[in-house]
């Protein structure tokens, strides 16, 4: 049985996977969140009335790995195929085909994604509200967390950051890692995003849309395990989004009414609530499998790494468990 302590800082779900898989292996891990929540990137907006997947919509699987735990969640009733009614709004291009692709299994935890979350972070020890602003590197190969309120943690054997890269080097610092060049050509680029409501529900559940600067647009409600009269979410093109990130919310709210109106389709909105996505998609080549430093220590995981899909954190939660059981 181990006894070596690992420090995971992010509880999203790269960070949670590792823990999980780690656990497996018998390691001592504590999972550290700055936020009151947990789930990433499966997270749903918290700040209206109903539960929704503003985030990650669906996920994919192409890994035996990963197939073996899609086999448990549905016997266990935790994830479902997702067979929307999928429209295409805007010339159809190479680079969408094979996301409209009708053969494509998609699939979506119930009764939101982010009840994915909670699979892997079942008996692990998670501390939210637990901002870590510094790495201390004490006595040999061992490590200390500083927080936001000033507490100090305790010692830990080993430090895995499980959050996007540029937030990984803000909080190295100074430490340099073998690693740490990699994450210098990894950029991140937002989306905005709103929920939406129309006086007439559309025919149909879905769209990948290649017009103006929407980009995607589902009905939550056509999900397996949703409630009815659920808002659709809606997501906007990343380089708009970033370029328009000052924009008040008055001004979203305008922005997307005059884009839906210029796609001239016959479902006319009702309401919008906009939200932000700070960190939803990497611009990167697929990484190594695992990120780790085996002098320091110190280690970094997440789905952008290998690929920026929910299938990539979860992978790279598995390689890291491998590199760190094998010593």
Known sequence: MSSRKVAVIGAGLAGLSTAYFLQKERFSVSVFEKKSNIGGRLGYVSNVEHEVDAGAQYFTIRSPITRVLLDQWIKQDLVERWNPKIKVIGERTAAVLPGINQSVERWVAQPTMASLIHFFAEHVDIRCQHEVQQLNLIHSNQWQLNFADGAVSDVFDMVLCAMPAPLVT????????????LLDNVVFLPTQGAL???????????????RGK????ADNSSKPG?????PWTLHLDQEWSRANSALQIDEWVSAINEEWLQLDQPFKVKDITPFSWQHAISLN????SHLWDNSLSLGAVGD???GGRVEGAILSGYHMSRVLQQG
């Open 170 to 181: 803000h909080l190295l610092g100074g430490i340099k890692p073998s690693w740490l060049s």
């Open 196 to 210: 939406l409501t129309f006086f007439e529900q559309p025919d149909f559940a879905a769209a990948f849309i290649n």
């Open 304 to 306: 952008w790494q290998m």
């Open 214 to 217: 929407l980009r995607w647009l």
């Open 285 to 288: 080549q697929v990484l190594p």
């Open 226 to 230: 949703r409630k009815v009269g659920l």
